[in-house]
């Protein structure tokens, strides 16, 4: 049984969030604090989070900065905002996903099943991808350039995943999505655009020489090479 962390101050929607999953075969834990969150995945197995942004004391961005400093675990963040910058911001803090609120109990459960069907597609995947000095680990979702280890994301990891696997082709933002989500009726497709920032300043701060393979392709998308 797959675990799903639930971060909400209002107890409220903790009890309707969980309404909607357990039948689904979902264990959910409910916490109603940032802080109480970090613990929660310090000591348990968590295998996905659902966090609310609109917090007291700590709100959702800053605890998905903050466990993005020792877990790689899926994100999804639940936002009552919709405007374009609030959401990447969120999605510059580690996030994977998205839901504005109110949400449809549909797209909740297609998100949540896509992003933990995702998790386990890679899971099952031992090889390591290489391109010149690049390794993609498929175990640890981290990529290694002579020494260098970056952890990622579960959404970078599968959006370079599709780029350092056909070198030769330029990658649309749609096709791109489909790599990363594979539910994405409701989300924005320039969402793939800051997930490509976060990987770039992510690898430039780590001194991967990521200019010379990562490429913008100027009206189309993105290459490797």
Same mark, same amino acid.
């Given at each position: 049984? %797959? ?7 209002? %107890? ?9 999953? %357990? ?18 995945? %310090? ?183």
């Amino acid at each position: 049984m %797959q675990t799903i962390l639930l971060v909400d101050d209002e %107890q409220r929607m903790l009890d309707l969030v969980a309404l909607f999953l %357990q039948p689904l075969g979902y264990k959910c834990i409910k916490v109603t604090r940032g802080k109480k969150a970090l613990e929660t995945l %310090q000591k348990t197995k968590i295998d996905l989070v659902l966090l609310d942004v609109m917090m007291p004391e700590m709100n959702g961005w800053e605890v998905c900065k903050a466990i993005r400093e020792f877990s790689n675990v899926p994100i999804i963040l639940l936002t009552a905002r919709s405007d374009k910058f609030e959401l990447v911001k969120g999605l510059n803090t580690g996030a994977d996903d998205y839901v504005t609120k109110p949400f449809d109990e549909g797209e909740l459960v297609a998100r949540v099943n896509a992003l933990l069907r995702r998790v386990t597609q890679v899971a099952s995947a031992k090889e390591q991808i290489l391109d010149h000095d690049f390794s993609l680990d498929t175990d640890a979702y981290a990529l290694n350039y002579k020494g260098l280890v970056v952890q990622l994301t579960l959404k970078e990891f599968l959006i370079i995943k599709a780029l350092i696997s056909r070198p030769a082709k330029t990658f649309t933002r749609e096709e791109l999505m489909e790599s990363g989500w594979a539910f994405d009726t409701y989300t924005d497709v320039r969402t793939v655009d800051s997930h490509i920032r976060n990987l770039r300043e992510k690898l430039r701060n780590a001194r991967f020489p990521i200019d010379e393979f990562l490429k913008t392709v100027w009206g189309i998308g993105y290459k490797w090479r």
